[in-house]
């Protein structure tokens, strides 16, 4: 049988929020001081949106709540994609640095997907 979930951090998902949003801040230490409070800026708020959402989430009283937190997480991993690629193409990133973090980005957001389905009524 699996771990007892005893708060948001027992959480798989939230954990793989936490491991990607570690590495967004070690990939924009890489850019530009200009970009600080640009694009920098934006995708470490993105990026830390989606595990905070998905505490929050857990903290609420019903499903429906969880899962509508759940769906912003998923919008927040949606928005720090775009930023990530838009690194690449404007390069302040290499595609190199940028593929490790799409690749958690894709894992998490099936793990997102997947657990709000969970949640919702059939």
Known sequence: MGEQIRSSRDLRVWQQGMA???Q????TRTWP????????????RAA???PA??????????RASYANFLTI????LKELETYILLAERIGLSQPKATAPLL???DDLGRMLGGLIRKLSPD
């Open 103 to 105: 690749t958690l980005s």
């Open 48 to 50: 830390v949106s989606i």
């Open 24 to 27: 967004v801040y070690l990939l």
């Open 73 to 76: 997480a998923r919008g927040s």
């Open 33 to 44: 001081k200009e970009e600080l409070y640009g694009l920098t800026s934006q995708a470490r």
């Open 53 to 62: 959402n998905i505490a929050e989430g857990y903290a609420r009283q019903s």
């Open 20 to 22: 990607l949003t570690e």
